[in-house]
């Protein structure tokens, strides 16, 4: 059994990580799922979405088939977040359900992995209280998913195997993409900025970047199978190579990752601090990286910017925000905001209302804080009720929705390149799919434009999405 240790996991050393290439492998005794099915439920961001469909094929490995009817399944994995109070009180709560689940399938194995199972308080409450979840592991082992699964059978007790200490490279590492015409590319793990807010830098590790030969060779990969759009992955991608080269940046990869050609390319999450000049004119001079840039600011008052520890003031900001405006034609900035950091007053707030006034984001996405139990923003004095806190979120938002739409309006009767994923959730009679600044549009077309991008008028105006036709013939296959 390896539990978790919150003061191991902040350690960082100047050890390099080894990358590592035959780690992962199934032995033929590991072939257990025939006729058998597996179920995910995935919380939190797109790092852990990756990281599902890492699971998934090492599961189908093991010739298990997925389903998403959890009452059908034999395996069952709650792939956990751990950014939020509100991810975690979800996890146990769906626990429950399982745990009554497990009473009358008693075969049913059921895993916690994830960002959550990497908590030392939770890995504790699953050891103690939850002792029928048969496995737990943590971010750095995910390929160790077959021999974990093995041993619960063989042992019949609970196998925890979280490691703290920051993990080494794991390549070749399967993955089933969840959608045909969109991908994932890791480009980095963990972080080293430590917000002060923030359970990253210790769920998920220090920084380690991926080389870049392995990074062009995936994605080259994944566009000879037909992948349209290509979102490269980290918590703080904009310092990707800082632990790995001495001249090789984000702004480096970014101009190689555009000269393989496909056709459209993104990036999150990026912090603020490490956003050179040089990143900023690569996007602008290349075509398929999208006029998209997700820019984090979390507040509008410096006194709250320096208690979060983000390392930057609202006047940097700002100044970075108008310096990507001038040079990138029609991009789109969204952010993320905290409202109710320890200590913030209503002027606090007032200046965040103040920025948000400032840049008019094209989207936000705002929370109200949730201390992380062994970060140091935990330890700080938080004077303002939930009351007051929910009031300031709901003025925010409401401004927050004022500027999407506005941004959006923009776009009515205008021509933009969309790339069709499919049919849409809501109306089977209409397809969905993404403009270039990653807006979300609903489409009169026909299903042989699914996983194209073709020329699209916007002919209604929502908050959070639009409605469009076609417009003109293909733009790319
Ligand atoms: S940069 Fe992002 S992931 Fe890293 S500590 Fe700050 S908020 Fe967390």
Known sequence: M????????????????KFLYDEYKIDENMKIGKNKKYYIKTYGCQMNEHDSENL????????????????????????TCAIRENAHNKVFGMLGRIKHLKESKKDIIVGVCGCMAQEEVVASELKKKCKW?????????IHRLPNLIMEAIKNKKQEMEVFSIE????????????????????IMYGCDKFCTYC?????????RSRKKEDIINEVKKL????????????????????????DYGMENLLEDVAKTSVPRIKFVTSHPWDFTDKMIDIIAKYDNIMPFIHLPVQSGSNKILKLMGRRYTKEEYLKLFNKIKDKI???????????????????????????????????????IYSPRVGTPAAKLEDKSSMEEKSERLDKLNELINKYAKESNEKLKDKIVPVLIEGVSEKDNNMFMGYTDTNKLVN????????????????????TWSLNGEVKVLEKSV
Do not use: W
Not at 56 to 79: P, W
Not at 133 to 141: C, E, K, L, M
Not at 167 to 186: C, M, Q, S, T
């Open 329 to 367: 034609k029609n991009v789109s900035i969204t952010t993320d905001i905290i409202v109710g950091f320890p200590s913030e007053e209503e002027s606090d707030f007032n200046e965040t209302l103040d920025l948000v006034n400032t840049c008019k984001f094209d989207l936000a996405y705002t929370f």
């Open 2 to 17: 390896i539990l978790p240790d919150m003061l191991e996991a902040k350690k960082r050393t100047d050890k390099k990580s």
């Open 133 to 141: 979840v048969d496995i737990v592991f943590g971010t750095h082992n």
């Open 443 to 462: 489409i009169k077309a026909d299903k042989k434009y699914i996983g194209k991008i073709i020329d699209v008028k916007i002919t209604e105006v929502k």
């Open 199 to 207: 359970i990253v830098p210790y769920t998920r590790g220090k920084q």
């Open 223 to 246: 566009k000879d199978d037909g992948v349209m759009e290509i979102t490269l992955l980290g918590q703080n991608v904009n310092a990707y190579g800082k632990d790995l080269y001495d």
């Open 56 to 79: 998934s094929a090492i599961l189908e490995d093991m010739l298990y088939e997925r389903t998403d009817d959890m009452m059908d399944a034999d395996i069952i994995l709650l792939n």
């Open 167 to 186: 993990g080494d490279i794991i390549e070749n590492i399967p993955y089933k993409r969840e959608n045909k015409y969109k991908a994932y590319v890791n």
